[in-house]
């Protein structure tokens, strides 16, 4: 008897996506590591910084108590006053428990608000380049990104007059994020009033994701883009505890900001998930409702590995300009290459040092190579001579 194979044909959704260069990235990685090289792995955005005590403590005895086991099937009343509070505190930003939206991180809550705001077909703008979770959004929803560019020449800043007025006029959404992923760009008062007076003149609702506002450099103060005047009429902001202080893996976010759209994420939402874990809930009431000194102190941090890759590199002949916020520094490839894949192979290969193809980042990142700063600066000024001995800036 000849046994049938099962053909399986998977959703058009899914073969939207194709494979990443990661992949291959970290079959290098491990096929170095045991050979014995070493490595300094400077490629995902993971801070290396411990979470506070405060925070693990409020996680570890919300975990002892059994009653914590259930289901939470929305946000604990606590946990919403604690956002009101942060936002009113860190931000000068009134918000009402309508306006709260707890998610599994941002890159959960950016996959799916694409299935909230569009159908089959729809424009969304996006920045290129950008965080690949903003791509996905519009993948999963079947959408169509256009691309606004953020060039050398315009500061890594959105050019708003870039956008014709016929593609603005149809886009559902528009996809802000400063500090940027991965190019370190920081917006200004005068760029936010220019977007949200393009927001209302098109009728377009302003995604903002709002994960480094506290990793800014330089004694620039981060924003919400909910902090600046009509922001709440037009948008919505993804904001992340991950980042400021070191839960990435706890996945801790807010859609915050315009009800209407809140209450239909909310909707999605709740088909999908039954809650944030109750002690993951404490865990993110004592971060934002306990000292900040750390936050503080870890983006002095951030801005000496700033310097100390930005400094090195120029130092060995490669031309890095200095990140003005995030956790990510974004440089030229050399003169010498222009596939920035092939480049981050050959950099793994020669020096150990891994960093990310700015091909990853949509059509405007390839030519660039993007570094997490998530080394101590001694380990940031070891990759760099690493760097300069392997030879590859002279290939």
């Known amino acids: 008897m000849i046994e049938r194979v099962v ?12 494979n990443e260069i ?26 290396d910084f411990e979470a506070p005590d405060h925070i693990k403590k409020a996680l570890a005895d919300a975990a002892a108590d059994q009653a914590n086991w259930k289901y939470s099937l929305r946000d604990s009343d606590e946990l919403v006053t604690a956002v009101i509070d942060y936002y009113k505190k860190r931000y000068g930003v009134t918000l009402q428990a309508d306006e709260i939206q707890s998610c599994n991180g941002t890159q959960d809550g950016m996959g799916h608000i694409g ?21 996905t959004a519009v993948t999963m929803c079947g959408a169509e990104a256009w691309y606004y560019p953020m060039v050398k ?9 870039e956008i014709p007025d016929e593609v603005a006029d149809r886009a559902q959404f528009m996809v802000v994020s400063l500090p940027s992923n991965p190019m370190g760009s920081v917006g200004t008062p005068e760029l936010y009033t220019e977007i949200i007076a393009f927001a209302k003149e098109h009728d377009i609702l302003i995604v903002h994701d709002n994960a480094y506002s506290d990793i800014i450099f330089d004694g620039v103060e981060g924003k919400s883009f909910l902090s600046y005047p009509g ?25 915050v900001g315009r009800p209407d759209v809140v209450a239909a994420f909310r909707k999605l939402h709740q088909q999908t998930d039954f809650g944030m874990f109750l002690p993951v809930q404490k865990a993110a009431i004592a971060a934002l409702t306990g000292p900040l000194d750390s936050v503080k102190a870890q983006c002095k941090t951030y801005q000496e590995r700033r310097d100390a890759l930005c400094g090195g590199l ?14 990510f520094v974004w440089v030229p490839l050399p003169p010498n290459y222009t596939d920035s894949s092939k480049f981050c ?17 949509g059509p405007l990142g390839e030519g660039y190579v993007r570094f997490a700063l998530n080394q101590p600066a001694e380990r940031i000024k070891e990759a760099v001579t690493a760097i300069a001995a392997s030879g590859i800036l002279k290939a």
Not at 232 to 244: A, C, I, P, T
Request: glycine residues 8%.
């Open 7 to 18: 053909v399986m044909q998977f959703s058009r959704t899914v073969n939207r996506f194709g």
């Open 22 to 47: 990661f992949a291959a990235l970290n079959e290098k990685k491990i096929e170095l590591e045991r050979a014995g090289r070493k490595i300094y792995n400077m490629s995902v955005g993971t801070p």
């Open 115 to 135: 299935l909230v705001l569009c159908n089959e077909g729809d424009t969304v703008l996006l920045p290129s380049p950008c965080y690949p979770a903003f791509i």
């Open 153 to 161: 020449e315009n500061n890594f800043l959105p050019d708003i007059s």
């Open 231 to 255: 922001a709440k009429e037009v948008g919505v902001e993804f904001f992340s505890l991950s980042k400021s202080f070191n839960v990435t893996g706890a996945r801790i976010s807010f859609l």
């Open 314 to 327: 120029r130092s060995i002949g490669w031309d890095a300009f200095d990140s003005h916020g995030s956790m």
């Open 345 to 361: 192979l050959d950099l793994m290969e020669k020096s150990g040092v891994i960093c990310t193809p700015g091909i990853s980042f």
